[in-house]
């Protein structure tokens, strides 16, 4: 007997560094949807960023040590092995070559969803994945006419769907609203204010061992 594709989640973000808004959400939506692999992706060269604060090697090294513990998350480092700038669409495409007949779940959150028409061949994504919305602090669907439609024509509010196609749905998903980001993090440290408890202590003695973020 054939084993069926196990549906695969992909957060991909900068994680700059990665907090307990990221951390929560993904744990959230991993019991929510009933997924046995879920991935979290830190960008190599982002695309539509000036560029990151922290090198990827220790964006990626900040999100493994926040995940040692079995907390049913991994850590996908494609993007980062990958040189040049890399985007999500091309990263859905290996994904896609990798596992045809998995259910691709792409995480994203909703501030993210409201620019998803300047990512990249953004309508391809639905081609290759589903799109599930994680609804985050304050935040509101702002769409443009365009994106309005393709989501609209997408949406479905049952998990159960996502896993009858392989990619092309659109889900939102409430997860426990912590009002988190990584700028705010970044800006305390530089202002010599203590991050304590908006994300995990290890990576703090990281940061601090690294220096990162303080004053160039
Ligand atoms: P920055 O402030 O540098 O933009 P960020 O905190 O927004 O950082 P990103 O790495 O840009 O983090 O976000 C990666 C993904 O995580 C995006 O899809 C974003 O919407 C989502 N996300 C960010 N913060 C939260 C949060 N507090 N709760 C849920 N999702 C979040
Ligand atoms: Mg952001």
Not at 21 to 42: S, T, Y
Not at 136 to 153: D, G, H, T
Not at 159 to 173: R, S, Y
Not at 189 to 196: A, E, F, R
């Amino acid at each position: 007997m054939k084993a069926e594709p196990v549906a695969i989640g992909i957060f991909g973000g900068t994680f700059d560094p990665v907090h307990y808004g990221h951390l929560r959400a993904a744990v959230e939506a991993r019991e929510k949807l009933g997924l046995e692999d879920m991935r979290l992706l830190p960008a190599g060269t982002p695309p539509h960023r000036t560029g990151t604060f922290a090198s990827a090697e220790n964006r990626l090294a900040m999100l493994k040590l926040a995940l040692s513990e079995n907390c049913g998350l991994q850590v996908d480092d494609r993007e980062v092995r990958r040189a040049g700038s890399s985007y999500m669409v091309d990263t859905l495409a290996e994904f896609r070559r990798e596992y045809p007949g998995s259910p691709l779940l792409l995480m994203i959150g909703q501030d993210a969803a409201n620019a998803l028409d300047r990512w990249h061949d953004w309508q391809a994504l639905f081609g290759l994945a589903h799109l599930v919305i994680m609804r985050r602090p304050e935040s509101v669907s702002i769409y443009s006419s365009e994106l309005e439609e393709q989501i609209q024509s997408r949406l479905t509010g049952q998990v159960a769907d996502l896993k009858t196609a392989t990619a092309g749905l659109v889900l939102p998903l409430e997860v426990t609203q912590l009002a988190i980001s990584s700028t705010d993090i970044r800006n305390r440290i530089n202002q010599h204010k203590s991050p304590q408890f908006l994300l995990p202590d290890s990576i703090i003695s990281f940061i601090r061992e690294q220096r990162l973020y303080a004053d160039e």
